[in-house]
């Protein structure tokens, strides 16, 4: 079955960075673009960025272009995302998911890991 | 800054059908947009219920279904049941990245 499984989460200060991995099981990771999604507390989600399934393709939120990035390894069936100069308003649970064949969108995500940005 | 817009709250009765709408500051949604829709309940991870306007995953009820209604994405939801009281997000696609709307919290009662 299908398993998405962020981690890499905690407190971090403003100014710092953090990188989040995310691992795939159960499909063909390469063949799948996927999508970062957050979701501060208490607020709605708010996607982040995609990366196409062979990584050539990124696309970024307005909110965090130049301050985040997306990245994958497909030999390790890994998602990643590299986030420097966080701010209090990144604070979010954080989504991996993963896209459609033959469609447009998100299917399936994972249980997200808790950034907090703090000093 | 495009903004996608859902009602804040809905009520429904058990066993009845209510439809909830998704509009975007740029204009008429269409099928560009591809429209998906996503279920969350409290603590939980969002779950994917339609997707590209209309498209059910293979684990969606039946009862849900997607469309596009007078220039916005519609989710009607049909004989509703308890259990899809809920909060409801839209997402949209302009042309490289994506937007979600504020999400609707569907009450059933």
């Known amino acids: 079955q299908v398993q998405l499984v962020e981690s890499g989460g905690g407190v971090v200060q403003p100014g710092k960075s953090l990188r989040l991995p995310c691992t795939a099981s159960g499909f063909t990771f390469s063949s799948y673009a996927m999508h970062w999604v957050r979701q501060a507390p208490g607020k709605g989600l708010e996607w982040v960025a995609d990366i196409s399934g062979n990584g050539s393709k990124k696309n970024y939120a307005d909110s965090v272009r130049g301050r985040f990035t997306i990245s994958r390894d497909n030999s390790k069936n890994t998602l990643y995302l590299q986030m420097d100069s966080l701010r209090a308003e990144d604070a979010a649970v954080y989504y991996c998911a993963r896209g459609i064949i033959g469609g447009w969108g998100i299917g399936y995500w994972g249980q997200g890991t808790l950034v907090t940005v703090s000093s | 800054q495009t903004v996608v817009t859902q009602e804040p709250s809905l009520t429904v009765s058990p066993g009845g059908t209510v439809t909830l709408t998704c509009a975007s500051s740029t204009g008429a949604v269409t099928s560009g947009n591809y429209p998906n829709w996503f279920q969350q309940k409290p603590g939980q991870a969002p779950r994917s219920l339609i997707h590209t306007t209309s498209y059910k995953h293979s684990w969606t009820p039946a009862r849900f279904s997607g469309s596009l209604l007078g220039g916005k994405a519609a989710l009607t939801l049909s004989t509703v049941q308890p259990e899809d009281e809920a909060d409801y997000f839209c997402?949209?696609?302009?042309?490289?990245?994506?937007?979600f709307g504020g999400g609707t919290r569907l009450t059933v009662l």
């Open positions: 997402q949209f696609y302009y042309g490289g990245t994506w937007v």
